[in-house]
């Protein structure tokens, strides 16, 4: 009994562990479930957000790259979070008209999720637990991913690296024109 038991505790553990991140569902800001399957193809982009954080100004470095390299293929993915010093205290509502009346982005936003703890996304899980490539919490928000094309997590960048910075362009484009 205590054996059954254990294992039905520890089976969303290793599902969520096992499971491809393209297969991982996540909801959008309407409630939708989704994976990153609706990306296939695409670069992606994959950042933990906050309306009142103080790098929250890179909203608006997010969506120039967005206009500008989008055309080629890539997107940019917003996962509010309010993980860090309570800096996404807001609703999906509110999220998404602070998003577009403030800093005019257009890129998907996808429902607020916890990026870290105990309650910590199923997404978050494969990219950042011990078997993720580059393994280990997100220390802020605007922390980044980059996936290939073919959904493959080609990079990992930290909160304080904005969407300007050099390196992260330069990893973009190569994904860019990968096949």
Not at 97 to 102: A, E, G, V
Not at 119 to 142: D, H, R, S
Request: proline content about 7%; glycine content about 8%; aromatic content about 10%.
């Amino acid at each position: 009994m205590f054996r059954s038991l254990a294992a039905l505790l520890l089976f969303p553990v290793l599902t969520a562990a096992a499971t491809p991140l393209a297969e991982i569902s996540f909801r959008t800001m309407d409630g939708k479930e989704t994976t990153l399957k609706e990306y296939a193809g695409k670069v992606v982009l994959l950042v933990n957000v906050a309306s009142r954080c103080g790098n929250t100004p890179q909203y608006a470095g997010l969506e120039k790259l967005y206009k500008e390299l989008g055309p080629q293929g890539l997107v940019i993915l917003g996962f509010p979070c309010n993980d860090f010093g309570a800096q996404e205290p807001g609703s999906n509502d509110e999220i998404k008209t602070f998003c577009t009346s403030q800093y005019a982005v257009t890129f998907p936003i996808f429902d607020k999720i916890h990026v870290k703890g105990p309650e910590q996304a199923p997404l978050y899980m494969a990219l950042t637990g011990e078997n993720a490539k580059y393994p280990g919490v997100v220390t802020w928000n605007f922390g980044k991913f980059l996936i290939g094309r073919n959904g493959e997590v080609l990079a990992r960048f930290s909160p304080a690296t904005t969407p300007d910075n050099a390196e992260l362009l330069s990893a973009i484009n190569a994904a860019l024109k990968a096949p």
